[in-house]
């Protein structure tokens, strides 16, 4: 079945992340960036939890989606010019993407996985679809050839 | 790690420090300099595929590198068929990899 090749994520579990950044329509997400990068210079983050470390959340409605850029903090009380995200405690499907074997197409297969699971659906931030992608030591944002990028699929067991 | 951006050269001056720009390849997070053009910013990060041929869907890279052959057409801020290699590179530019003729899309 399609979405079940090379399929073997790890499964770890995460207590609450507060991601500070900004948030808008994947249609814009240069400008996105960008601009949590000029926030970030100007204002910094309050308690920020492993510096260099990024975060992009995508948040699913139907066939589009937003995306929250941003970086994990312990305090949510940050700059207003900032958006927050709070992502409860879940239960993550890891994958490793290796940004020279294509990054879209292999989002699309993690995806298929998730729909095609018997014993796990996605999870949900009030009622929202998510997926988080982390940008973290394994990426080198000088030389895409050798950079690898978690894909974090949130899961829930399914209902009878 | 090989360096594709050449930073010391015999007759060109390329000490200068330029300021780094920043934009998103396909949605993540890269980055080039003050003065690159976007095909050129993809090269030095070591990307080589920039499109696809339309007929059979053949990688495409940088090629003639002066908006004549049009290999390196992407999408740039939603607007399909943009001769990257004669594209300034701007802060915050999104930019995809185009894999058809080009649709503009309905934000």
Redesign the interface.
């Known amino acids: 079945m399609k979405g079940e090749k090379n399929m073997k994520p790890k499964f770890i579990k995460k207590d609450e992340l507060i991601v500070v950044g900004q948030r808008g329509s994947s249609f814009e997400t240069g400008a996105i960036w960008q601009k949590f990068l000029d926030l970030y210079d100007k204002f910094g983050i309050f308690e920020q939890i492993s510096k260099n470390e990024l975060y992009k959340v995508r948040l699913i409605n139907g066939k589009k989606f937003d995306v929250h850029f941003g970086m994990l903090t312990a305090n949510k009380r940050q700059s207003p010019f900032y958006k927050m995200l709070n992502i409860p405690a879940f239960e993550y499907a890891v994958f490793e993407v290796a940004l020279a074997k294509g990054y879209d197409e292999q989002i699309v297969e993690i995806e298929e996985w998730i729909k095609n699971d018997e014993k796990y659906e996605q999870g949900r931030i009030e009622g929202t679809r998510f997926l988080i992608e982390h940008y973290g030591v394994k990426y080198k944002e000088d030389d895409f050839d050798n950079s690898v990028i978690e894909i974090m699929m949130p899961i829930v067991e399914k209902e009878d | 790690?090989?360096k594709l951006r050449i930073e010391k050269h015999p007759i060109l001056n390329f000490e200068k420090e330029r300021k780094k720009i920043?934009?998103?390849?396909?949605?993540?997070?890269?980055?080039g300099f003050e003065g690159d053009t976007i095909a050129s910013a993809l090269h030095?990060?070591?990307?080589k595929k920039l499109s696809h041929s339309i007929e059979l869907k053949r990688p495409r890279g940088f090629y003639c590198a002066i908006g004549n052959c049009s290999s390196c057409q992407m999408t740039v801020?939603?607007v399909p068929n943009v001769k990257t290699c004669i594209t300034e590179l701007k802060?915050?530019?999104?930019?995809k990899v185009q894999t058809n003729k080009g649709e503009l899309?309905d934000?």
């Open positions: 790690m090989r920043h934009f998103t390849f396909n949605g993540h997070p890269a980055f030095a990060l070591g990307v801020d939603g802060a915050g530019m999104e930019v899309y934000k």
